[in-house]
């Protein structure tokens, strides 16, 4: 089992650039490809971007793409996106989530993760 807690959302000018972390408690995180999921009211959780097990492998939604990194210490059981290049599109609440154990992180669908935090609001003013 493992529990997930975002932390780092918040208000940010076009442009500017936020860090979201992720911190998990539990014995297996490092053998969990991560995701981090965005959601705004009305619509289902989107995917942002994946990371595999071991961190080797990364993957993004297009419209993140060169602006979002993520990253993950296995030894401090912590997951990071860092957020450059704002829209006001990218207002969301921001989730972290747990995929398949041993995954490549490429996994799209919110129904292929298991664990999910609380969530994060990211706010981005025009």
């Known amino acids: 089992q493992v529990q997930l807690v975002e932390s780092g959302g918040g208000l940010v000018q076009a442009g500017g650039s936020l860090r979201l972390s992720c911190a998990a408690s539990?014995?297996?995180?490092?053998?969990?490809?991560m995701g981090w999921f965005q959601q705004t009211p009305g619509k289902e959780r989107e995917f942002v971007a994946g990371?595999?097990?071991?961190?080797?492998?990364?993957y993004y939604a297009d419209s993140v793409k060169g602006r979002f990194t993520i990253s993950r210490e296995n030894a401090k059981k912590t997951v990071f996106l860092q957020m450059n290049s704002l829209k006001p599109e990218d207002t969301a609440v921001y989730y972290c989530?747990?995929?398949?154990?041993?995954?490549?992180?490429?996994?799209?669908?919110?129904?292929?993760?298991?664990?999910w935090g609380q969530g994060t609001q990211v706010t981005v003013s025009s």
């Open positions: 539990g014995r297996t995180f490092s053998n969990y490809a």
């Open positions: 989530a747990a995929g398949v154990p041993y995954g490549s992180g490429r996994d799209v669908s919110p129904y292929k993760y298991d664990y």
């Open positions: 990371i595999s097990w071991g961190g080797g492998s990364t």
